[in-house]
């Protein structure tokens, strides 16, 4: 009657979400039953009805055996759980093993700046972007995970995910990209922009460099007259059309870098009526010293030209919502309007001071104006839009889309105890050129940590958890590897089930995620299985400080790390010193500390997963670059980096530091570190409340009233649960137990999860921790959903029976994520 392991009960264990009894679950002729949800008096009410007395009597010795059975496994698991006898008990010792603290100086003391300096040197000699044939940094990855983790093949695996993803590139054939100045008539061209960045050095001149493109833009060839338009915001815009009266029909706006999205640029200009966007570095952000421009110095020179795609949405645009594999549905990116409406070039500060210096009209406001090297200063920087001697602008813009395969190779180190728990470690590859800084920088440590963790495994250390390394492709396009990755993994990334907790087999606990295998199941539960993602995308942009991002929940946590860790560049310090010193200004860690929200791989965990998540970077000093001068352009090269970003590899190597202790811990540390850290979440919610209580434009409409007394309570009521649940004891004798409070605290910000996601952005389920469609200033709500409808409401693109809505979605869902809470 009873076949194998589908008839015993393998372990019991006091319910955990109820304290309220014994839960005990057997399997009959596999078929499983659960007496605390079985319906046993209406089952055997049935049986009585059809059953012969034969049948009953033996239904009648059935139970009485089962029940002895139960008998002699709830006394052998009693032993179990109380860790006596035996193997049993060492079985048992090791689920409720503590984190190794001598692994820690082993760790850290491996780590080597020369090392981390050679893997830069090599990854970067050729340009590696993702429009190319070839892939040069990829194959230096591969090579180098291949033999790193050549003697750990039980443990180790090596994996790829190819996507087809439409990306972006200027045509090969056909007139080049460019903008001309031409004469009154047409009849001459008095000035023609450079058409690719002249190489400066023998270190930068390398012909498979790309040519200047805003990605996903359309092609065009237009001429009109030029407006300097600042920032090309809404309100630049307003003040040019409605303050000073300057028709922009058909013109070409010269727009800065800042305040506003390359694409978004785009949309506000085709809004009022223009042709085509013009963007340029400011000097003032770029090149403060413009006679220590490169290659005399680190600052940009005029040639220098940002490069960047002009998308508007994150992922692959043909495939929202799903992974782009062979069966998913392709819409057409244009017809979406996911990219951008006019057509649109970067250009370097130097062709911009061609027009600036020729622009007539309207003097320019004085927060409006640049000083660029060489510019006539002698009269007042003018708007336009006409030029001197009527001269116009042409803009041509040849570019195409094109599907392409892209790559994300990664490494699985199974973990020990906790296999089906992973840390997720990620940096993109891909680049505009070389990339020596972005991303090349944070692939470099990347690399060397990975050493660090196949030296560890060749010592017998064994991580509780499993580590997952990871090198996005198609980052600079739209943040495409990562997304897609998280598309086609989402269920199994926030939400997996049949865990394992087996003490036949040395002590252990599984469940299915990523190709691992299940061993039998004994204690079911659903949980999320990523216990965090952990960003290094650029790893040193600079050596002034150490300035870490992460959700609210693991704050503490970095900041704790940071405080006892050395930080190379200034000596006698730890980098959370330094930190102090140079970024928090007298607020606390929780008010310093940025939540990474958009802008690199970790938004599609926390957008469409809501996984708790940290990046790490070591920056510039920012009262000199708003991040540093060479983004995105063809100079930024390994020389300029060992040069000028990081002489020595200090930062890289402090940066290396961090991203080790911090995966150390997460992977490691028997309760998760943030695991009773949650009033921080709760903290950042009271902010994100009190915008929403001082709006004017909310307290102007008394209808959402309720709505909003509705956040309240629930803001209230989870700031309550957290209280409680950071104060809790935890029974470190059960597994179980820290167990169940490691999950909880991974599922509460996955209660911000929205299955129809924002009310602007349906594919982006988080309403709290994310970037909204349009910047939040305007509205000064930081609730991202809620701020792109109160900026749409005046333009009468949304309604205050939308907004109504979305507060009560928020006042739903954040006290469902104070239920996952309760102690």
Not at 323 to 333: E, I, M, Q
């Amino acid at each position: 009657v009873f076949k194998g392991h589908s008839w015993a009960l393998i372990y019991c264990q006091r319910c955990l979400s109820s304290r309220r009894g014994q839960v005990f679950v057997i399997g009959f002729e596999h078929k499983t039953f659960s007496a605390k949800n079985m319906r046993a008096k209406s089952y055997w009410q049935t049986q009585k009805q059809s059953c012969s007395k034969g049948r009953v009597a033996l239904i009648v010795a059935l139970c009485l055996m089962v029940g002895t059975i139960f008998l002699i496994i709830g006394f052998f698991v009693r032993r179990c759980d109380s860790g006596g006898g035996g193997g049993d008990g060492e079985a048992f010792a090791r689920l409720i093993r503590e984190a190794d603290p001598s692994i820690r100086d082993a760790a850290l003391g491996q780590l080597s700046s020369a090392r981390i300096r050679a893997h830069l040197k090599a990854i970067t000699a050729r340009p590696h972007v993702a429009t190319q044939a070839t892939d040069p940094a990829k194959d230096y990855v591969k090579s180098h995970w291949t033999k790193t983790f050549q003697a750990h093949k039980d443990r180790v695996q090596m994996v790829s995910q190819v996507y087809r993803v439409l990306l972006s590139r200027a045509k090969l054939d056909g007139e080049k990209t460019r903008f001309e100045i031409r004469s009154a008539n047409n009849s001459r061209v008095d000035f023609t922009s450079q058409t690719v960045e002249k190489p400066l050095t023998e270190h930068d001149n390398d012909t498979d460099i790309p040519s200047p493109i805003l990605a996903y833009a359309p092609s065009g060839d237009l001429t009109g007259p030029a407006v300097y338009a600042n920032y090309g915001t809404e309100a630049d815009l307003q003040h040019l059309t409605k303050n000073l009266s300057i028709s922009l029909n058909g013109s070409i706006l010269l727009t800065r870098y800042g305040r506003s999205g390359r694409g978004a640029k785009a949309v506000t200009a085709a809004k009022y009526g223009a042709a085509g966007v013009l963007i340029f570095s400011d000097p003032a952000d770029v090149a403060k010293n413009q006679s220590a421009a490169f290659p005399n110095g680190q600052w940009m020179p005029g040639t220098g030209t940002q490069k960047g795609s002009a998308m508007l949405s994150s992922g692959d645009p043909t495939t929202p919502g799903y992974p782009s594999l062979a069966t998913a549905y392709r819409y057409d990116a244009v017809a979406r309007g996911v990219c951008p409406p006019l057509p649109m070039y970067p250009i370097g500060y130097a062709d911009a001071r061609e027009i600036i210096d020729r622009l007539e009209g309207a003097q320019a406001p004085e927060d409006w104006r640049v000083r660029i090297r060489g510019m006539n200063l002698s009269r007042p920087m003018r708007l336009g839009p006409k030029m001197s001697g009527d001269q116009q602008l042409r803009l041509v813009v040849n570019q195409e889309n094109f599907m392409k395969d892209i790559e994300n190779v990664c490494v699985k180190i199974h973990g020990d105890i906790e296999p089906d728990r992973w840390v997720i470690v990620g940096n993109h590859r891909d680049a505009w050129g070389f990339g020596a800084v972005d991303p090349s920088s944070g692939t470099a440590v990347l690399m060397e940590f990975s050493e660090v963790l196949a030296n560890l495994l060749a010592t017998g250390w064994k991580p509780r958890r499993s580590i997952m390394l990871c090198t996005w492709d198609g980052e600079e396009h739209g943040l495409i590897g990562s997304w897609e990755f998280v598309e086609e993994n989402l269920m199994m990334l926030k939400d997996v089930g049949a865990i394992s907790i087996s003490l036949k087999d040395q002590g252990s606990i599984e469940s299915t995620f990523l190709q691992y295998k299940v061993y039998s199941p004994v204690y079911q539960v659903y949980s999320p299985s990523v216990v965090a993602y952990v960003n290094i995308d650029i790893a040193a942009a600079g050596n002034y400080s150490m300035r870490t991002s992460a959700m609210p929940s693991l704050r503490d946590f970095a900041k704790t790390l940071m405080d006892s860790l050395p930080e190379e560049v200034n000596p006698g310090k730890s980098m959370g010193q330094t930190w102090s010193d140079r970024w928090a200004d007298g607020k606390s860690a929780m008010d310093s500390m940025l939540t990474p929200i958009g802008g690199s791989d970790y938004a599609a965990f926390i957008e469409l997963a809501s996984i708790p998540a940290i990046d790490i970077m070591f920056r510039a000093d920012p009262k000199e670059s708003s991040l540093y001068p060479m983004y995105h352009v063809r100079y930024e090269s390994f020389y300029y980096v060992d040069t000028y970003v990081d002489p020595g590899f200090k930062a890289h190597l402090s940066s290396a530091r961090l991203l080790t202790e911090v995966v150390r811990q997460l992977t490691d540390e028997y309760l998760l570190p943030y695991a009773l850290n949650m009033s921080n979440t709760a903290l950042e919610l009271e902010k994100y409340f009190a915008s929403v209580n001082g709006s004017s434009a909310i307290g102007a409409m008394p209808e959402l009233k309720a709505a909003v007394t509705a956040l309240g309570d629930s803001v209230t009521y989870f700031q309550q649960q957290t209280t409680a649940w950071d104060r809790q004891t935890v029974d470190r004798r059960s597994p179980l137990g820290v167990r169940r409070i490691n999950d909880a605290a991974m599922r509460a910000t996955q209660s911000f999860l929205a299955s129809r996601g924002q009310p602007r952005q349906p594919y982006v389920a988080n309403l709290v921790f994310t970037s909204g469609k349009h910047p939040r200033e305007p509205s000064g709500v930081r609730f991202p959903g809620l701020s792109d409808l109160l900026t749409e409401l005046p333009l009468g693109t949304a309604t205050v029976a939308e907004i109504d809505r979305q507060l009560r979605d928020l006042a739903h869902h954040v006290r469902l994520a104070g239920k996952v809470l309760t102690v």
